[in-house]
């Protein structure tokens, strides 16, 4: 089966500075690529996605990027805010509907 | 806008004891999972089910069993708890087959087994 691997578990960064979380992944039939957060106690939730025919997709402050040759995919926060603190998951799907997904990154942003 | 529950937020139970864990989501969604959430190791699937009376074994699914009788309910069951099954549960849906869409979780269930 697909295997997802995420870096940094632990992130840490000033308010106002960029964070950047990778993953790579095994299976090359997999072709859709999604991002959850989820804040301390609370459930996860998408903030972003990427299919396999789009190198980069952009949603205001957040950013995603997909290199299929290398098999990695990355997730970019610009102008960090305090809000942004919380547990990071990538994940990837093969088209049968399960994902699989990474151990989690978490970010905290520093004031 | 996509409403998932789980039936317990907390739930403590003894070595040996059937758990049942039940999930609903009122969107009439196809594919339910079951997903437990342990620190260090993600989201890991346990079960899903594509459509009424179907399922699917995800990753790990050594010590558990799943039932989906209606499409809005999908539940998880421990047929003899383990304190290696003490662990955060969260239940997801999504509508379409072989689709990308979405998953939509519920709040969890902290389980303790003692």
């Known amino acids: 089966g697909e295997n997802v691997e995420q870096h940094p578990s632990t992130l840490s960064v000033q308010e106002g500075d960029s964070a950047v979380i990778k993953c790579t992944y095994s299976?090359?039939?997999?072709?859709?690529f999604p991002w959850y957060k989820q804040e301390l106690g609370k459930r996860p939730q998408l903030i972003i996605d990427?299919?396999?025919?789009?190198g980069e997709k952009k949603d205001q402050r957040i950013a995603v990027t997909l290199n299929k040759t290398a098999k990695h995919f990355s997730l970019h926060i610009t102008e960090t805010q305090p809000e942004d603190s919380a547990v990071y998951f990538c994940?990837?799907?093969?088209?049968?509907?399960?994902?699989?997904f990474g151990t989690g990154t978490r970010l905290t942003v520093i004031p | 806008d996509v409403k998932v529950t789980q039936s317990s937020r907390y739930l403590v139970k003894r070595t040996g004891e059937k758990v049942f864990l039940e999930c609903v989501q009122d969107?009439?969604?196809?594919?339910m999972f079951w997903y437990r959430q342990d620190p260090g190791l993600g989201l890991r699937l346990i079960y899903f089910s594509y459509d009424v009376k179907m399922k699917e074994k995800g990753d790990i699914p050594e010590g558990y069993s799943v039932s989906r009788e209606k499409k809005e309910r999908f539940s998880l069951i421990l047929e003899s708890a383990s304190t290696n099954q003490t662990s955060m549960y969260l239940c997801a849906s999504n509508g379409g087959k072989f689709s990308y869409n979405e998953q939509f979780f519920g709040p969890g269930t902290r389980l303790t087994v003692l």
């Open positions: 299976d090359s039939a997999s072709n859709y």
């Open positions: 990427i299919r396999s025919n789009v």
């Open positions: 994940a990837a799907q093969t088209g049968a509907n399960n994902l699989f």
């Open positions: 969107m009439d969604h196809e594919n």
